[in-house]
Each structure stands twice: as structure tokens, then as C-alpha cells.
């Protein structure tokens, strides 16, 4: 009876071990499930968030492209802060992606091949979010040139940037996908692992503990207690078992989710690449317009040749911000008197293009026929035929121009001047090896600009200035695009005392190398900052 008492006990010793491990293993399976749908919800997150990353930069590249075409203030108003909204998601989202952030999901611990892809994205993303405070910097700036100015370069610099920032967000949520994948895979590895290991144990437990101890149940009325507690353990474990089939039929629902996702993420990347497209295209044939304006622009300036043959010395300093200019400059020679010009429209790119080239026919047209018409006289035609050209006195039109015009007068040796907010600089001889910089003032007034009050119209006026030609050794006239231009290191405008002393350390040069001088300075004191206006200086030996 006592070694009857030993078998059972060790029997049942025995079933409780094998019962022990298969629980260990479907809680082990259990556990390793609940870890891996919490990952998979990080996962989900993850992939979700990169695809809102991808459509929060197509906004911005959209957003930008009606701000820069809209011409209603109130419509810009609310461009520029659906704008700022887009933008600040946008910083918080790469922040939350790149593992910076924990704002909009736990902290993510980014895998190396990931981390170089957002390594590549940086720089693209950095112009992008350069441009997009070149924008916001827009909407604390009173002066609308320099609002435009901004808007331009910032929507520049999204639009440039913005398709490798979409190709490398879309191989970064594709990598996001496959890591989802492989952890489903892996799982499924595991999960697969632990059910054949727990089947191989219940198998053993079968043969080597659970027949041996049936027959002897059978045989014997003592154990029909140890039956029930056996039923009992048995109804568990197929309890676990239901369990871990339902496990089984989750993680296939999620792995058919994850396809999905990634499928919709496919078909978002492809429609995302069609817009970029007709984007560059649109792009493409703007700068083509612009392009072939600028051929015309070109052709209607004077010739250089004609400009050098005229004067002994002298020397253009001319850059266009837009490609195509509101600045020009204009030369005519007649009967001894050299007249030059620098006209300063308003705006830049092409509206200033369209001032420009009204304000070169209105030169033409004024000079012509007249050999002995004073500056002043040309300034105050000038600017009544932009009055009646643009219909200023009846419609909202306030364009106009900032002008200076000098004529060399060679038979009379003497230097005409008038200017309207342009000034003339030159250097006086004082002796036979020594000069000084002087200034002439322009009138306050500019050309055109909209109708005056009667009182404030009735005192216009362009000042001529005469200059004995044989003590003028050499002067200037510009228009104020070099001395407004912001430096990168100092983020100052140049200002018209550097540029007197900039002179005066240059002007004995020979014009040329004059010239290449402040070109030079000026590519120098701009950097990286973005060209504020249109460009332009001419110099001349008398």
C-alpha cells in the first residue's frame, strides 16, 4: 500500500512539473504577445505619423505658392496663419520622429539605418525650415518689399527643398513598414516556438505521466480524487489553449492591418510624386516666362558699347534680384552732350520689369528731338507722363520711380545734375594728385507715385545742379539696392557712409577694376543672406 502511496505521489509530482512548464510557456506566450501589441501600437503611431510628415510639407509648398500669388491682403492675412499653424505641427512632428520630442508619441529610438535616412533629410529640412521663417519673418516686417522679399526667398527655399525632403520621408515611412514586418514576423517565429514546445511537453506528459497514472486511477478507487483535480488542470489548459488560437487569429488581423497601411501609404506617396510633378512643371515654365522677359528686357537697354565709347573711363554694376529688373539704367549722345541715366522702378522681378520698360520709352520719347533739355526738365516729363500712363489721378495706382540723370556737357565743360531721391557722387580735384567725395542731393520727390495734396504738388520740383567738368575728376549714380543690402554677419544694411569710404579707397583705380572691387564687396558683405533688391551703379571718369 505505502509503495503504492510513493508511485501516485511521484506520479503526480511528476504532472504537476509538466503542467508547471506548458503554464510557463502559454504565460511566456501570453507576455511575449502583450509586449509585441504594445510595440505594434507604437508602430502604428510611427508609420501614422510620417504619413501626416509627408502631407504637413506638400501643405507647406501649397500654402506658400497661394501667398506668393495672392494679391488681397485679408486673403494673405489668413494664408500666412493657416501657414504658421502648418509649420509649427510640422517642426513638432520631425522633432516627435527624429527622437527629440515626446510630445506627440513616447520617445522613438530611431534604428541606424533610419537615423542616416533623417542624417540625409536634415539638410533639406533645415532650408525648409529656413524658409519657412523667412515667412513668418514676412508678417513682422511693416515695409512691403522687404515682406515680399521675405516671402519670396522663404517660398523659394520650401519649394526647392521640398521633393527630396518627400522621397526621403517616404523611404523613411517605407523603413518604418518593414520594421513593422519583421517585428510581426519575429513574433510569429516565437509564438510558433512556444506552441510546438508546449505540444512536444504535453505530448511527453501523455505517454510518460498520463498513461501510466490513468491505469492506475483505474485500477485503484483512491485516486478518483486526484481524477477531478487532473480534469481540472486538463479544462485549464484547454482554456490556454483557446487562448493562444485567439492570439494567433489577432496577430494575423494586425498583420492584414499593417498591409493595408502600408498599401494606403504607397498610393499617398505616388499621388504625392504626381503633384510634385506638375509643380516643377508649373516651376519650370514660369522661369522659362521669366527667362525669355528678361531677353526682351536686355534688348531694350542701351548697348555697353555705346556707353564706352563715350566716356574715357567708366564701368556697370548691374544685378537684377528676380532675373529681370525694375532697375535700368539709359544713355543718349547728341550734339556734345552725354546724357546717362540709373532709374530705380518700383518693385523688382517682373512688375519692376514692366516700370522699367514704360520708363525707358518715356526716355526715348522725351530726349528725343530735344539736344539741349535740362535733367530737371526730363525728371519733371518723366514724371507727369507716369502720372497719365498709369492714371493716377483717378485710379489706386501709386508706382513710380527714383531717377538720376547727368549730362556731360563737352562744349561748355560742365556737369548737369538732377535727381529725384537719387543722389550724384564725385570727387572734386583739390590739386593736381588730390580729391574729395561730395555729394549732390536729389529732390525729395520721387517720379510718379500717386497724386499729392495741392499744397505738397504745387512744391515739386527737380533741382539742376551745375559742375564745373574740368575740376570733376570722376562721379557716380546708383540706385539704392547696394547700400539697403542686410549683411549676413552683421545683419545691417551697407549704408551710404560705407560705401563714401568704399569709394574712396578705390576711385584712382581704373574703372574695370573698380567694378570687379564691388562686385566683390558686395557678394562679401551678403553671403548667405538673400539679395534684398535690384542692383545698380555706374561709374564714369570725366
Partial sequence: MKSTSKAVKKLTRSYQIALGLIAILLIGGQVVVQVFLKGQREDA???????????????????????????????????????????????????????????????????????????????????????????????????????????????????????????????????????????????????????????????????????????????????????????????????????????????????????????????????????????????????????????????????????????????????????????????????????????????????????SLIGMDLMAHICSGKPQIEPSTILEELHYGIFRLLKQGQSKNRDGMDASICIYDTKRQRLEFAGAKQHLYYFRKLDQDSHEIQIIKGSVFPIGGGKLPPAKEAKRSYPISILDANKVYAFYLMSDGYIDQFGQETGRKFLITHFKTKLTEIYQLPMRQQQRILERTFEEWKGETAQTDDVLVVGVKV
Avoid at 45 to 58: C, W, Y
Avoid at 156 to 167: A, C, M, S, T, V
Fill in 45 to 355: 503611431k510611427i508609420l501614422n505619423l510620417a504619413g501626416q510628415q509627408r502631407m504637413l510639407s506638400q501643405q507647406l509648398g501649397k500654402t506658400v505658392l497661394l501667398i506668393r500669388q495672392s494679391t488681397h491682403e485679408e486673403e494673405r492675412t489668413t494664408l500666412l496663419k493657416y501657414f504658421q499653424d502648418s509649420f509649427q505641427q510640422f517642426l513638432l512632428t520631425q522633432q516627435n520622429l527624429m527622437g527629440y520630442d515626446n510630445t506627440l508619441i513616447n520617445k522613438i529610438n530611431n534604428p541606424p539605418h533610419i537615423q542616416a535616412l533623417y542624417e540625409q533629410q536634415k539638410i533639406y529640412y533645415d532650408n525648409m525650415i529656413a524658409g519657412g521663417r523667412q515667412i513668418m519673418l514676412s508678417t513682422t516686417q511693416e515695409d512691403s518689399t522687404h515682406r515680399h522679399t521675405s516671402v519670396t526667398e522663404g517660398t523659394r527655399l520650401i519649394l526647392k527643398n521640398e521633393g527630396r525632403f518627400l522621397l526621403l520621408m517616404g523611404q523613411i515611412a517605407d523603413a518604418y513598414a518593414e520594421e513593422s514586418r519583421e517585428d510581426v514576423s519575429y513574433l510569429s517565429i516565437i509564438e510558433v516556438s512556444i506552441l510546438i514546445v508546449a505540444l512536444i511537453v504535453l505530448g511527453i506528459d501523455l505517454l510518460v505521466i498520463f498513461e501510466p497514472l490513468t491505469k492506475y486511477l483505474i485500477e485503484n478507487d483512491e485516486t478518483k480524487e486526484l481524477n477531478a483535480k487532473l480534469k481540472k488542470a486538463n479544462e485549464g489548459l484547454e482554456e490556454q489553449k483557446t487562448k493562444l488560437i485567439k492570439n494567433q487569429r489577432f496577430i494575423e488581423q494586425v498583420r492584414k492591418v499593417t498591409e493595408e497601411k502600408n498599401k494606403e501609404l504607397e498610393e499617398q506617396t505616388k499621388l504625392m510624386f504626381r503633384q510634385h510633378e506638375k509643380i516643377e512643371k508649373s516651376t519650370k515654365k514660369l522661369n522659362e516666362s521669366i527667362r525669355y522677359a528678361e531677353r526682351i528686357q536686355k534688348a531694350m537697354f542701351v548697348r555697353r558699347k555705346k556707353i564706352r565709347d563715350a566716356f574715357i573711363d567708366n564701368f556697370i554694376v548691374f544685378r537684377p534680384r528676380d532675373i529681370v529688373s525694375g532697375d535700368f539704367y539709359w544713355f543718349k549722345e547728341r550734339d556734345g552732350r552725354k546724357l546717362m541715366a540709373v532709374v530705380d522702378c518700383t518693385g523688382h522681378g517682373v512688375p519692376g520689369a514692366f516700370m
